[in-house]
């Protein structure tokens, strides 16, 4: 069976192996040089000298952990939203007492930066910017730099979700002043969920210093203080870092720059395989992601019964389209441990299948 | 190295072996049926007709979710409190904006249902109850089916953390109407971190309803929701809950009663093994867990260098006290995969280690 939804992702045998490890105890010296070891790793692929805590959770934890670790009930917060996890990072804020203003793109269509520094200018009142750098429900990659950029003009906190992208796509959070982001271990990263890593630097933690919304297991000032005496403050998802720690040096193997290449590449071809089968991109193909393909479920064709015909007769899983998206794209994973190879086997058997679901290539 | 500390717990190695299995779909039907089967199973350990939740994170997480999704900021709750995890308890519902009366009870003492039986009269603006079943940081196992007829004499919701406890000692969770009931993959389930399980019965349901505390990674009512169709809201720990699977299924071969009988044997041995080496009990014996023994240090001793030495030259790895037992106490964890066997090469390296970090048995 191939995976291919956008995480969890599938994972190296060595990986997998990794997880056979007995159990340790968290409070003793061996899981210290574990921890440290991983978190070295994570800074080189995070591009930061700043901080970077593993907290036990999933991606979505990891969000809500930005959230109230920085942010205080009635908070001015600027969200740029182009899908459904934008609109769940805004809904996050907003449960826990923000006040939420919305910048709403079509789904399929990046963020304009120019939108965000018109919003600022427009309401001084924001302190925080939300932003999905990779928008995992549309297939997008917004242009982060750029964005970034229209929030340090006014000075604001910058809070990122890249959990689908981070270790796949190139996000220099040092360079990109990302005072918080936030990335997931079953995404680019070869391992299994289990781990949300999420980078702080001085303004985060200024920010935190400042935070009142209430909080607890996900609490970064302790999990910071723990973090510096080898220790997670609860008991952490122990085989999820084995894990993370193989697929950590296999990534310092193939080198950052070229796994964001081969991500580049494979998402073009991606991209042009689906267009000469004759189908449509959802996502406009200018900020199109490369770790995740959305494509137009054709007039007349059943999204479900593709995906099922693909599953059961070519082993091939791939993912639906969410929320008002559903039945109207699906989606190709093509993040983490992925080849040339794996793309053309998804593409051989699409072809094959879509006749049989009703679709005419006119 | 045998690992002997009250979680995490060795895992079998039929339990590590599971997790080498590759990562699904967690929004197919194969991870639908896997959630189903561990569900079912985790209710005949929880001896409850009622619902089992699983949620990503570790104990400390389920108990926020239990505060977090029962009770509103300023709600009066009364805390029974023992020992470390009692006061974490506690911290939690004061964190989110509870009023937290506290029943403080020596450590190494049980709690008296008495003392609440009493404050619960003395204060009837109480709503709900806190308590911990088996006190890890103290090893003592609370009177839990008298403690609940007290706070059931009053008609109080009653919420209760059985992380090192449920799986290997007796708690029917309706019989006893414990209404929240918290658990944690790595203890008495012979499985790795990454999973709390939390039961929640229709007088839980009710509280949940009218829960004003904010709330969104750790959310009972979508964790039901998704629960209903084979799915979690977020991807979740898929290796853990694999590991859980093969857990439960040797906990099923091995029957309840005879888990609990061996926890009660091997508790027994523990007790009168350190006795026996002129060591003394910290935890009133009467109430004494057999998942976790707390022993003395006896003075002349240097608990650290005890530990160190276990560790290193015999290859045992036991935990010390926290917070003020630090220093003051060691403790041994027997709980999921433990026998008599494990218990005797503890014993004999505890007697062959002693007088080389200064106990003189008078």
């Known amino acids: 069976m191939q995976l291919r939804v956008p995480g969890p992702t599938p994972c190296p045998d060595e990986v997998l192996q ?11 010296k061996e899981f210290a040089e574990l921890i440290r070891r991983v978190t070295d790793k994570l800074k080189v692929v995070f591009q930061t000298k700043e901080d970077v805590l593993m907290l036990g959770a999933s991606g979505t934890g990891g969000l809500e952990a930005a959230i109230v670790n920085t942010l205080s009930p009635g908070d001015k917060v600027l969200s740029v939203s182009c899908g459904v996890f934008g609109e769940r990072f805004a809904n996050i804020a907003e449960q826990y007492g923000a006040e939420v203003k919305r910048i709403q793109v079509e789904w399929g269509k990046a963020v304009d930066p120019q ?11 924001i302190s925080t910017v939300l932003v999905t750098h990779n928008e995992t429900s549309t297939g997008i990659t ?6 970034s950029a229209a929030v340090k003009e006014f ?16 996000l220099p959070v040092d360079e990109w002043n990302c005072d918080v982001v936030v990335a997931g271990s079953q995404k680019g990263w070869m391992a299994p969920p289990g781990i949300t890593m999420v980078s702080v630097n001085q303004r985060g933690w200024e920010a935190v210093s400042k935070a009142k919304m209430p909080r607890f297991y996900f609490d970064f000032t302790r999990a910071k203080n723990f973090m510096e005496k080898g220790q997670t403050p609860w008991t952490p998802t122990i085989t999820t870092i084995y894990a993370l720690d193989v697929g950590l040096s296999l990534m310092e193997k193939e080198g950052p720059k070229n796994i964001f290449a081969r991500h580049a590449r494979i998402g073009k071809i991606t991209r042009e395989g689906v267009k000469s089968l004759g189908l449509s991109l959802f996502a406009d193909e200018a900020f199109a992601s490369n770790t995740v393909t959305a494509v137009n479920v054709p007039q007349g064709v059943d999204g479900k019964k593709l995906n099922e015909v693909l599953r059961d007769e ?28 794996d793309i053309e086997e998804v593409l051989s058997a699409l072809k094959n299948a879509l006749p049989s679901v009703g679709f005419r290539n006119i």
């Open 18 to 28: 990794s997880m056979t490890k007995q159990m340790i105890n968290h409070r003793g």
């Open 115 to 125: 939108q965000v520094r018109d919003a600022l200018k427009a309401d001084p009142g």
């Open 142 to 147: 917004n242009d982060l730099s750029s964005i």
């Open 155 to 170: 000075d604001k906190l910058l809070l990122v979700d890249c959990i689908s992208g981070l270790g796949s796509i190139n």
């Open 314 to 341: 070519y082993g091939i899983v791939i993912a639906g389209g969410q929320q008002t998206l559903a039945g109207k794209i699906f989606r190709i994973g093509h993040l983490g441990w992925v080849t040339e190879a």
